[in-house]
């Protein structure tokens, strides 16, 4: 058995009961205190992160035909960091080579491993987070939380439901069939996993680690071999989440090409040619529809898990807490400027207006209470640009300026101060303007909606996530009645519902251990972060038998 597995056994166990309960636990703090992680850490992993700008990135023994690199940073200047780049045909003949001793190891040995490399990521959480926040645009505390222990705890999930469901299975059994008077037949049976081969993991822009480790840690703890194919624009936290697995893997015995960084740059991305080659067998993939779509169609024989794009709705149909209803919604809205595939769109309000604890509210007050709640949350210039980050991509703010002329316009979008970066945009539409609000506008856009009633709202949010995919949907409601019937009709339309959420819990937040990831159930993703079903189909079980003898 694996000494790494046994010295992260307890880690495993408490997992695998998190798993099972579901309530709050995670494994690796979201503070980034210096009592956690230590008094130097936030020092060093800021000295860290700066020793690697304008500079070669070092993989030892990685494949190597050139060095590319072109990440910007919002916050300072260009990274400057070049990176090993190879092209996909090397890479996969690299990493199915790497295969065979990956895919003999036993379960524990490779839980193990996979164990050690996100304890040691955990420990890299400051230098993580700064690489997050230097390719994403997001304030340092997001890019701490999701980039490093959330998405560290993401990771683990994926491991975890690996482990359980490869040991679902017993090694070995002994068969006996009685045979009347005779003598039994009695066999000998044994089950080995075997996995799929090479697996590439796309990373997306936004959320590098977030998004991209329940893939890799999937495949990995599974037995495939990963290439990791970052965003151009967000190489620097996969390349270091590779580095330190190349060195656990090395460590460990094991050929460090079992994990690999398909760096690229914008105009020469090699993600075609490596969903294309007949040699990758799983793909992993998180971005838009429209790439998802080309993946889908040109991954071959591969088994394919995507996350993509949706349209997520926030229905009002009553409230018990106007202000903290605003309160809330607002805060959705500026986090990390809608930036995030859980953050909402949609807001169906009930033309009429809505009941609250405040008197009747007309359509226009709920939608000047919200943007009154975005004006006071964004108040102060320094809370601003901590909530709202910066703009990740240039795209997206023509979007803004093209969203103005879509409808009423309740509260503009601004700058925060900081290059490249856009508070809410919030729009008035009715009903009856689909095609405006009926697609995704990613990004701080967002449209306040007049429909017919309450009702009605729920069917238009509902319908809109089984059309056009949604990963979210929120109300607010005071009738259990409604509430009851609004989550049949999100459940039924594969979409998770937060309903009358206050306080400090947002409809954008998923938590490891708990709260499944989009669903698969709906055009917004065909896989569940983490579900049986996202890491099952990495591998086969395969048997051997033979007559035990008497």
Not at 316 to 343: E, H, K
Not at 369 to 390: F, Y
Request: hydrophobic letters at 45%.
């Amino acid at each position: 058995m694996s000494d790494l597995f046994e010295r992260h056994q307890a880690l495993l166990d408490d997992a695998l009961n998190a798993l099972r309960v579901r309530g709050f636990w995670s494994a690796f703090p979201e503070a980034p205190s210096g009592k956690i992680y230590g008094e130097s850490a936030k020092a060093d992993g800021l000295a860290a992160f700066e020793a690697a700008l304008k500079s070669a990135y070092d993989l030892p023994g990685h494949p190597e035909t050139k060095r590319v690199g072109n990440e910007e940073s919002a916050w300072m200047s260009a990274l400057g960091i070049t990176y090993p780049a190879a092209d996909a045909d090397m890479l996969v003949k690299a990493s199915a080579a790497a295969g065979e001793a990956w895919a003999m190891a036993s379960i524990e040995a490779r839980i193990g491993v996979c164990l050690e490399i996100l304890v040691r990521v955990n420990k890299a959480s400051f230098e993580m987070a700064n690489a997050v926040m230097h390719t994403t645009g997001q304030a340092f505390p997001m890019a701490f939380q999701a980039g490093g222990p959330h998405a560290q705890d993401r990771g683990l999930e994926a491991v975890v439901v690996a482990y359980d469901e490869m040991t679902r299975t017993p090694a070995s059994a002994i068969w006996e069939k009685p045979q009347g008077k005779a003598a039994p037949i009695v066999m000998e049976k044994h089950w080995s996993v075997v996995p799929r081969g090479v697996a590439v993991m796309i990373g997306c822009q936004t959320f590098p680690t977030w998004n991209g480790y329940p893939g890799l840690f999937a495949s990995l703890a599974t037995g495939n071999t990963v290439i990791v194919k970052p965003h151009p624009k967000a190489i620097l936290p996969l390349a270091l989440t590779v580095r330190i697995a190349r060195e656990v893997l090395t460590e460990a015995g094991f050929p460090a090409d079992v994990v690999l960084l398909g760096a690229d740059e914008p105009g020469a991305e090699t993600t075609k040619d490596l969903v294309r080659h007949e040699g990758v067998e799983i793909i992993d993939y998180t971005g838009s529809n429209a790439f998802g779509d080309w993946v889908r169609q040109n991954a071959g024989a591969a088994q394919v898990y995507t996350e993509e794009a949706g349209v997520n709705s926030i229905v009002i149909a009553a409230t018990d807490d106007f202000d903290g209803m605003c309160a809330n919604i607002a805060f959705s809205l500026s986090l990390y400027s809608g930036q995030m595939c859980t953050a909402p769109q949609d807001i169906f309000i009930p033309k009429d207006g809505i009941e609250t604890d405040q008197g009747h509210k007309s359509f226009d007050q709920v939608a000047e209470g919200i943007a009154a709640a975005v004006d006071g949350l964004l108040s102060d210039p320094a809370r601003a640009a901590g909530v709202c980050g910066a703009i990740a991509n240039p795209v997206t703010l023509e979007r803004i300026a093209k969203a103005r002329s879509l409808g009423r316009v309740v509260r503009d979008s601004a700058g925060l101060g900081i290059e490249q970066s856009a508070s809410p945009l919030i729009i008035a539409v009715n009903e009856a303007d689909a095609e405006t609000y009926g697609a995704e506008c990613f990004g701080p856009i967002s449209f306040v909606v007049a429909v017919e009633d309450a009702p009605a709202g729920i069917k238009r949010a509902a319908r809109l996530a089984r059309e056009k995919g949604a990963i979210t949907a929120a109300l607010y409601d005071t009738s259990e009645e409604r509430i009851g019937q609004a989550v049949q009709a999100f459940a039924k339309a594969g979409v998770n519902l937060s309903v009358n959420l206050t306080g400090n819990i947002f409809v954008n937040q998923s938590a490891a251990f708990s709260d499944y990831h989009v669903t698969g159930a709906n055009p917004a993703g065909n896989a569940s972060l983490t579900d049986a079903a996202f890491v099952a189909n990495r591998f086969r079980f395969a048997m051997w038998r033979r007559l035990k003898a008497a």
